[in-house]
């Protein structure tokens, strides 16, 4: 049966159920991926996931189910066990179903040229770029990854409130990581490009940046272990940004984890720092039209000119503040209950480039990785110690790659540190972003 059909049957049968508001949200994602190694495929997958939730208020509480079939049968499970669902609920505070904003701004998110790029052609393209950046240079001796991924996600959600939206979004990512070796030195390097557009895709230029990021790593060297200036490379920043990225949601805040609560109105950052969540950005690749309610999407300031503006609320959380939603409920699939999450959530870039960052510095370390971020960063206190790898930079010029580094210091305290931001944004393909930036100091220790 096709959804639409389903949808239809499925809430008209929810009101002879004894429903009174009732709402359906429907997702399909698919899924490509392949990966060389020595110019053959190696693995290859393809993957299709769709399903539906409904949930439904039953006697003044909300009852939720989901299923993968569509079907008639599917419809009776749906209704009898969201209606079963609804009896046991205990919370105080009820979701409701909502009637839609005034307005939508719809975008269209998803890039067709990427479908008329058939697959074989997407391989033959990966293993070109595996055989350039082979032969870029004696010293790289094998790719450890040299994969393609495409991913694409289609929503609907409707309701009985009259509300029928819906949007989709796509991307394709290479990721390569290179290993080289010199002596008895082996590094590696990690790469990724992500794009919407498959002819904006050079072979030759991605060959050059992947195995140059390898061989940078290439005689690395010890330096003293102490407080520096430190330059976060825009990957880097936009790692360590996803990781506390939690703490502006005010449903973490409104549960006692987030440092942030109660802190709207006040400079929690520097004042060159402005973050903001934009739905619409076109580098972005967390996009959407509407929220996990079927709230309108819409660019938010979290923090202007280091001030904090707002945390980021779904509907429930907004009524408990007394603010308005921000339009930042999230389901995190099909099967998912309602949380709060951003779209493309980023640090708005500045005017100087990486490099004029870099040239400014009389002694600085710059860090291009970071591991272990889930073990050694608490999201509710800010502190964090990590391991890094990176670069020595004497007299505005890059001197050497430094040895495993670790380093630490507190999330919250780092905001206020941040001396320049560069002009270089960079985004995830989870949607978190960030340009490079210049910090005043923090402690690094080198084994």
Known sequence: MKVEKFQEMLLGNGLEHGFEDMEI??????????????????????????????RGLYNGKMGYAYTEK???????YLLEHAKANAQVIEDEEQDDIFAGSDEYEERDFYSESLDMISI??????????????????PRIVSLNSCKMIEQSKERVLANSRALVLHDRKNY????????????????????????????????????????????????????ASKRYPVI???????????????????????????????????????????????PFHEEGFDSRNFDGEGVASKTCTIIEKGILQTLL????????????????????????TLTVAPSNFYIEPGEKQHEELVNAQKEAVIITKLAGLHSGANAVSGDFSVAANGFYVKDGKVETAVKQMTIAGN????????????????????????PSLLLK???????
């Open 70 to 76: 569509f079907d008639e049968e599917s419809i009776i």
């Open 25 to 54: 949200y429907y997702e399909k994602s698919n899924r490509f991926a392949c990966e060389i190694y020595k110019g053959e495929l190696d693995h290859y997958e393809t993957a299709e996931d769709s399903g539906l939730s409904f």
């Open 172 to 223: 394709l990512a290479i990721v390569l990581s290179v290993v080289v070796k010199q002596e008895e030195e082996t590094k590696s390097g990690f790469t990724v490009k992500i794009t919407k557009d498959f002819s904006t895709l050079n072979a030759d230029e991605i060959a050059k940046e992947a195995a140059e990021e390898a061989l940078s790593y290439l005689g690395e060297k010890s330096v």
């Open 411 to 434: 999330f919250f305290e780092l905001l206020k540190q941040i001396d320049e931001v560069g002009s270089d944004l960079y985004f995830s393909t989870s949607g978190i972003g960030s």
């Open 232 to 278: 976060f490379r825009n990957d880097a920043s936009a790692s360590l940004l996803a990781t506390f990225v939690s703490t502006f949601s005010a449903e973490v805040a409104q549960k006692g984890r987030s440092l942030l609560e109660g802190k709207t109105g006040t400079m929690i950052a520097a004042e060159n720092i402005t973050i903001k969540d934009d």
């Open 441 to 447: 100091g923090l402690t690094v220790t080198v084994e």
């Open 313 to 336: 609320h779904n509907r429930k959380t907004a009524k408990k503040a007394g603010v308005e939603t921000t339009g930042h409920a999230y389901k995190s699939s099909y099967k998912g």
């Open 120 to 137: 074989p052609d997407k391989i033959a393209f990966l293993k070109e770029v595996e055989k350039k950046v082979s032969n870029y240079d």
